[in-house]
């Protein structure tokens, strides 16, 4: 069967912001103390503590944002505690989650040692070359607090908070752009009902806006905490000024959603259950709907964005007492394909998008141990995708058969795709998603392409091979044969596998 993608290179949707290709790190399990930091004394070669094969790893996706230090983690941490000399800094209770690698006996510690905090954080972005994006504390913490910690990272003044990240040995400031006001503050961050969230929110933004105009160097981005709860939106943005205040005032530049895709079972799933694990994608889609409508209610002439900043499979195995450790296998790739081709058709939206999380939790992107690094899968299709980063995503069409589905009520595509354009190269990416067939799919672009050259990923793998240390390398792309005739792009694509292509017109 022939599948067919149309795409319109002369009907821009917007620029796709490299910030959608974000990524999110959390003191959850072994993210961040065996993930990211090794600590000085690693046997592990080492930057400053973090660990080279990781921040490798990491480095080679370009990674545009790095959201930290959570998550409901930062609901109840103090940025104080992390900073200043490391034998000084105190030893706290993490609240929601266990760290380190848990064993059948302890189930994992709730400690923090505070040993990775704000400068620690900043150099990771650094070697990264990743905007940081930090999560104040709203549900413990104060105004006051969220206020210091702006000042720390980005004033320039002769002040108490400026000195003491000089004496830490950072005689510049951070320039810190994005700065979440909470998190998940409807839940975990606080069981905030929307009008109480959109008052502290008032006055959060209030006074951190302030700091602009008292030594705060470059430009601040102030995320609001969203939900999918339509309702809950409508009445916290009518609570943080109603539909009048959004014309004159910028308290809001980033309105977020979290979104998780639940499944029966990591591996070891049936066919059927496979084809709902990519069906649930289109919660995404529908959440980003419901918040543009919003916006465009409360906010018509703003340029307030939407941020996803967390996304990804979140299986039944991956608990709080194991550090939210799962298999990673091929489906969850190709779930991150359909919900980054969803980012990339509505990136006139869509400002950031945060994948959860980084390092061995969910869905990561790089897993270790105790002696090295090696990518995942999803990796895999961050590295095949992140070429539409900073370019202008267009219309596609694409007419393709249905997998049809009893529940959730609605029919899966075998075909996912989007596209974007840079000078005169169109990279359209798509995905085979039926579980069994070989589809030949045809492209056509409204100029004549003139050549045209793609990779495949998981072609020939099987959609539930697990991943492993051993088997990394197995999982990257390989060059697939295209053929252009009769104005047409033809491909034949293996089932389940994800398709990168370039074309030049």
């Known amino acids: 069967m022939t599948e ?29 103390y065996g993930g ?50 490391r034998h000084d800094r105190p030893r706290r209770r993490n609240l929601w989650w266990a760290q380190g690698r848990p064993n059948e006996t302890d189930g994992g510690v ?32 104060t105004a006051r607090e969220a206020m210091n910690w702006v000042e720390y990272c980005n004033s320039d003044a002769n002040t108490a908070y400026t000195r003491r990240r000089i004496e830490n040995g950072h005689e510049e400031p951070y320039g810190v752009t994005y700065w979440g ?21 008032r006055t959060y933004a209030t006074f951190i806006r302030g700091l602009e105009r008292s030594g705060c160097v470059g430009n601040i981005e102030l995320v609001a905490c969203g939900f999918i709860e339509p309702d809950w939106n409508r009445r916290f943005m009518e ?49 980003i709907a419901r918040l543009t409508e919003t916006l465009a209610e409360f906010a018509p002439s703003s340029s307030i964005g939407i941020i996803v900043d967390e996304w990804g499979v979140w299986h039944p195995e991956a608990t709080f007492q194991n550090g939210l450790e799962q298999a990673q296998t091929t489906r969850d790739a190709l779930v991150a394909a359909a919900c980054l081709d969803i980012f990339n058709t509505n990136a006139d939206m869509v400002t950031m998008a945060n994948l959860a999380q980084t390092v061995n939790v969910l869905q990561c992107v790089v897993q270790t141990d105790s002696e090295e690094a090696w990518p995942t899968q999803t990796y895999q299709v961050f590295d095949l995708y992140k070429d539409h980063m900073d370019s202008m995503a267009v219309r596609t069409t694409v007419n393709t058969g249905l997998h049809e589905l009893v529940s959730p009520e609605q029919d899966l595509p075998y075909v996912s795709a989007s596209a974007s354009t840079h000078e005169s190269d169109v990279f359209i990416t798509f995905s085979n998603r039926h579980h069994d067939e070989t589809r ?29 240390a051993a088997n990394a390398d197995s999982f990257t792309s390989e060059p697939i044969d295209v053929d252009v005739e009769n104005e047409g792009i033809y491909l034949d694509v293996a089932p389940t596998s994800v398709v990168g292509l370039h074309v030049e017109i």
């Not at 990211?36 to 400053?48: Q, V």
């Not at 905090?117 to 709203?138: I, Q, S």
């Not at 975990?188 to 969230?197: A, T």
Request: net charge negative; proline share 5%; glycine share 10%.
């Open 239 to 287: 609570t943080v000024g109603g539909k009048s205040i959004f014309e004159h005032t910028t308290l809001i530049d980033h309105l977020s959603v979290h979104r998780y895709i639940s499944t029966v079972r990591s591996t070891g799933f049936t066919t059927e259950q496979y084809y709902k694990s990519l069906a649930r994608c289109a919660d995404i889609e529908a959440d």
């Open 440 to 468: 030949t799919v045809e492209i056509k672009t409204e100029a004549t392409p003139n050549r045209a050259s793609a990779e495949i990923l998981f072609a020939g793998t099987a959609v539930d091979k697990v991943l492993t």
């Open 36 to 85: 990211i930091w090794a600590g000085e004394g690693s046997p592990l070669s080492t930057t400053d503590g973090l660990r080279d094969d990781t921040i490798e790893l990491l480095a080679a996706l370009d990674p545009s944002v790095l959201r930290w230090p959570g998550g409901c983690f930062a609901e109840d941490y103090c940025w104080e505690d992390g900073v200043g000399p």
């Open 4 to 32: 067919q993608i149309y795409v319109r290179e002369t009907q821009p949707i917007g620029r796709i912001a490299p910030e959608i290709y974000g990524h999110f790190a959390e003191h959850l399990g072994r993210c961040i």
């Open 110 to 141: 709730f400690e923090e040692p505070n040993e990775f905090g704000t400068d620690e954080f900043m150099r990771t972005c650094e070697l990264l070359d990743a905007e940081p994006y930090l999560a104040a504390n709203v549900g413990t913490g």
């Open 181 to 201: 006001i909470g998190n998940e503050t409807y839940g975990c961050g606080g069981n905030y009902d929307p009008d109480d969230y959109g008052r502290d929110y």
